[in-house]
């Protein structure tokens, strides 16, 4: 039981370029979401899911798209990198009203 | 609109002193609340969490936290820190909303304990 899984770990993209975040998760959650956590702003939520095949926007969804095809996986897609997006990423997944999981997280940086 | 407020932004304490945490939140139907620690270079995990019952709830590492519904607060304490609890440690609510079920993080507490 891994929990909560993320690929890449850490990743460097130039301005522009286009990348997938992975999240797996194989506890059977319905909900995931991706937030961004960067220094003194807490965590703020990009997009989240409440079943495989929906998505909904967050509170900070402007260039990334995400995509819920398979209930234990939640993709984060960047389209055109920009450097206000250099954060690290962290995927959770909760029950209906359960405490989030939050995987390990992935350190973005674009320059 | 749902929001959660932390109340320090960074605490500095000595080993052994008491810790107390402050959180407030406002939504006027029922939650559920959670104190998430996040240890430096790592990713939040789960303190300590109320659902329904005994409103003074227990968690790991010695931490407790109190959920007083007439002042819509769920306050995090330690009788004493120690130097590993240095750490960010956030707030949050799970409560009903359009769409459904939502969780609302509060904007974290660093906490920083001298040796």
């Known amino acids: 039981n891994a929990g909560v899984t993320q690929t890449p770990k850490f990743r460097v993209l130039k301005t522009g370029q286009s990348m997938t975040l992975l999240c797996a998760q194989d506890?059977?959650?319905?909900?995931m979401y991706w937030y961004r956590q960067d220094p003194g702003m807490g965590l703020r939520l990009i997009h989240y899911s409440v079943g495989e095949g929906t998505t909904a926007k967050g509170e900070v969804p402007d260039g990334y798209n995400v995509s819920r095809l398979k209930k234990q996986n939640f993709l984060l897609g960047l389209e055109s990198a920009a450097p206000s997006q250099t954060s690290v990423y962290f995927c959770a997944s909760k029950v209906v009203s359960g405490e989030q999981y939050f995987g390990p997280g992935t350190r973005l940086t674009v320059t | 609109a749902q929001s959660v407020s932390q109340h320090n932004h960074h605490v500095i304490l000595s080993e052994a002193a008491s810790l107390e945490l402050g959180c407030n939140y406002s939504?006027?139907?029922?939650?559920?609340l959670f104190w998430y620690v996040q240890y430096p270079g790592q990713h939040l995990q789960l303190l300590l969490k109320y659902f329904s019952g005994d409103p003074l709830v227990k968690g790991i590492k010695g931490f407790e936290a109190e959920f007083i519904k007439s002042k819509f607060s769920f306050n995090l304490r330690k009788p004493s820190v120690q130097w590993s609890d240095t750490a960010e440690y956030f707030c949050a609510v799970n409560a009903y909303s359009t769409g459904g079920f939502k969780t609302i993080f509060g904007a974290g507490t660093r906490l920083f304990v001298k040796a």
């Open positions: 939504y006027g139907g029922t939650v559920n």
């Open positions: 506890m059977n959650h319905e909900y």
